[in-house]
């Protein structure tokens, strides 16, 4: 989990924005029409290293995990529910309800795409698939994932903590396999995996027991 501050300086990255009737932002951490957001999400951030607000933030650890933020937890049980809810409603409260998109607004996005996924027949999935319109991917996370992007040359970064998926830009024409690797059989493609732990896990190590 990154903190406030590392927020703050990932917003200063020379993106490019416009407030209508004022023109281009320069920096949108400081400019009266985005900087209360911005303290507001910086805020959101800092409360998951607050000690008050760890049995509200955080997960108890289970005794296959670490301690995970509640923002992102994929819900298994009845249990991770109802913790989900107690910190989504005691984040929204501080708003008054105004703000509703915090950041793991995103990954409740995803929530509702994987569930989605999951009930798509799979007929409907399989032309999908026929069509290349997507692909399926088993990084060996638990679960398949669907891919769409097919049309660029990648590869697959895959945080080996919490299972966090990245495409890499990456054509490697000249890895083939061994002529005597090749007999009696036929490659189809080559795909290649890089594992390790992201920036959120490695800041997230203190919650490790």
């Known amino acids: 989990m990154r903190t406030g501050a590392d927020y703050r300086q990932s917003l200063r990255d020379g993106r490019r924005v416009w407030v209508m009737g004022e023109g281009q932002v320069e920096d949108v951490t400081t400019h009266p029409a985005t900087r209360a957001m911005v303290d507001e999400y910086v805020a959101w951030y800092d409360l998951h290293l607050d000690p008050a607000w760890q049995d509200i933030a955080i997960r108890p650890p289970a005794a296959e995990s670490e301690r995970v933020p509640w923002a992102y937890v994929v819900p298994k049980s009845a249990d991770d529910l109802a913790g989900m809810g107690r910190f989504f409603s005691a984040t929204t409260f501080l708003s008054a309800g105004n703000i509703t998109h915090t950041p793991c607004y995103g990954h409740m ?65 000249a890895l083939r396999l061994p002529a005597p690797y090749r007999r009696r059989f036929s490659v189809d493609s080559v795909e290649l995996i890089f594992r390790g732990r992201c920036d959120d896990c490695n800041r997230a190590a203190p919650f490790a027991d």
Not at 130 to 139: C, I, K, N, R, Y
Not at 152 to 173: E, F, K, Q, Y
């Open 109 to 173: 996005i995803a929530l509702g795409l994987l569930a989605e996924m999951e009930v798509l027949p799979q007929g409907e999935l399989a032309g999908y698939t026929a069509m290349g319109e997507v692909s399926l991917l088993d990084l060996g996370t638990g679960s398949l994932r669907v891919d769409p992007n097919v049309d660029t040359a990648h590869h697959h970064l895959v945080c080996s903590s919490c299972g966090l998926v990245r495409d890499i830009p990456l054509d490697v024409p």
